[in-house]
Structures are given as C-alpha cells and as structure tokens.
C-alpha cells in the first residue's frame, strides 16, 4: 500500500525558510515520479515542483523558481522540498504525491499522480 506523509510545515516570517520532507513507505521510491503541490484556501492545487524517478530532472513553477529547491534520497525514502526567502503568497496546505514509471520527465499537473499524502500546513506570516 502507497503511503506518503508530508512533515516539516509550520509558521515563518517572511523572507524565511522550511524544508518539507515526504517520507514514503509501501513502495520503492527509486521507481516512482514525486511532486510538490499546494493549496490555498479558495484557490486550486498547483503544482510546486517535481522530480522524475530515472535520472533526477526537476521541474518548477515559475513562482517558486530560485527559491525552491526539491531532492530525493532514496535510500531514507525520503523527497524534501527546500523552501527559502518565503512570502505570503507561498502560504497553503503542501501535498506531495507519487506516480509509478521510469520516467526522465516529471509533471506539475495534479491529474498526472495517483497516491497523495494527507498534507502539511505552511504559514507566512509576520
């Protein structure tokens, strides 16, 4: 059974940093695509930042880009998200998810994953 459980969120200022980790368990992570998304309240999920399973490539969004940072370590099962010099506007709830495949390639669009974590709550806020 595919688990993931997101960690790390919490409150910080502006201008702060976090570092989300998704911890994965059931499966083996070498072989699946992982990605970021988040969700503000009345907004739809977006896409953050992805990472393919062959080769590593990463991909972001342009609203994130040179402020995020996203790596895997497949020997702890673990996919962090880096996040530094944070605004107001990167506040929501953080998803991670997974799909299965080889793939250089990764997606930021939510349709494209099949197995969510339950979330973890980012506040910006001075």
């Known amino acids: 059974q595919v688990q993931l459980v997101e960690s790390g969120g919490g409150l910080v200022q502006p201008g702060g940093s976090l570092r989300l980790s998704c911890a994965a368990s059931?499966?083996?992570?070498?072989?699946?695509?992982i990605g970021w998304f988040r969700q503000a309240p009345g907004k739809e999920r977006e896409g953050v930042s992805c990472?393919?399973?062959?080769?590593?490539?990463?991909y972001y969004a342009d609203s994130v880009k040179g402020r995020f940072t996203i790596s895997r370590d497949n020997a702890k099962d673990t996919v962090y998200l880096q996040m530094n010099s944070l605004k107001p506007e990167d506040a929501a709830v953080y998803y991670c998810?997974?799909?299965?495949?080889?793939?250089?390639?990764?997606?930021?669009?939510?349709?494209?994953?099949?197995?969510w974590g339950q979330g973890t709550q980012v506040t910006v806020s001075s």
């Open positions: 998810a997974a799909v299965p495949g080889l793939f250089s390639v990764c997606a930021l669009t939510p349709y494209e994953y099949d197995s």
């Open positions: 990472i393919s399973s062959s080769d590593g490539v990463t």
């Open positions: 059931g499966f083996i992570l070498d072989y699946y695509v």
